[in-house]
């Protein structure tokens, strides 16, 4: 079965920085693999997927995300925040069969510092 | 603007009680998603369907929820009785599941909080 793991619970990171939140995963075969992002009071909106080709995944909001097959990691990654990106954030994975639904780590909840 | 709705966005009732929660998918859409999210747990996949057919519902206690879809536009969940721990925030989501397509995302409703007392 597939799993996804967040290392972080919480990441702070300075206006203006670049920030990473870590996703590490674990499926069979090749996978499929998602970023959400949760606004408070809000469902989880879309960020971006990588279901094959380049290993660097181009987003919304200016988020990136490399999947690296080796490490079995997918981070997602912005080169410079800003505060309206404080939110929780979700990876999550989908088996290559397709057949079956996502499946979500623990949430990292980014704080970005003015 | 495609979206998913779901009602009630908020909503406090008794130990006891029934609960009906509801989900309107994106028009077109071929699958739906239950998901309940915690604290504690995190997101949690309940139950979710294709083509209205139930596909999986082992993360639901199957003593007091119930998953439907009466039909393509409307699924349902309901809690009855409700207890004190049942209270989440309960998610709907919407896909499109297309026969050898690349995979796509699943798109989520606002959510209903519940808070049982």
């Known amino acids: 079965a597939q799993s996804v793991a967040q290392p972080e619970d919480q990441v702070n990171v300075a206006e203006g920085n670049p920030l990473t939140v870590k996703c590490t995963y674990s499926?069979?075969?090749?996978?499929?693999l998602f970023w959400y992002v949760q606004y408070p009071n809000r469902g989880l909106q879309f960020l971006l997927k990588?279901?094959?080709?380049?290993?660097l995944v181009k987003g919304s909001y200016g988020f990136e995300a490399e999947f690296n097959k080796s490490q079995t990691s997918f981070h997602l990654k912005k080169p410079s925040a800003l505060v309206s990106d404080s939110a929780l954030y979700f990876c999550?994975?989908?088996?290559?069969?397709?057949?079956?639904?996502?499946?979500f780590g623990k949430g990292t909840r980014l704080s970005v510092i003015a | 603007d495609a979206r998913v709705t779901q009602t009630p966005r908020h909503k406090v009732t008794e130990m006891g009680q029934e609960v009906t929660m509801r989900c309107q998918p994106i028009?077109?859409?071929?699958?739906v998603f239950w998901y309940r999210q915690t604290m504690m747990q995190g997101l949690e996949l309940l139950a979710y369907?294709?083509?209205?057919?139930?596909?999986?519902d082992s993360g639901m206690p199957k003593d007091r929820f119930s998953a439907e879809m009466p039909d393509a536009t409307l699924a349902t969940l309901k809690i009855q009785p409700s207890e004190p721990r049942d209270s989440a925030v309960y998610f709907c989501?919407?896909?499109?599941?297309?026969?050898?397509?690349?995979?796509?995302?699943?798109?989520f409703g606002q959510g209903t909080r519940l808070t049982v007392v």
């Open positions: 989501a919407s896909g499109l599941r297309r026969q050898g397509a690349r995979n796509t995302e699943a798109f």
């Open positions: 499926v069979s075969g090749n996978p499929y």
């Open positions: 990588y279901i094959t080709g380049d290993n």
């Open positions: 999550a994975v989908r088996d290559p069969s397709g057949n079956t639904p996502l499946v």
């Open positions: 028009l077109g859409h071929n699958t």
């Open positions: 369907f294709r083509n209205r057919a139930p596909l999986d």
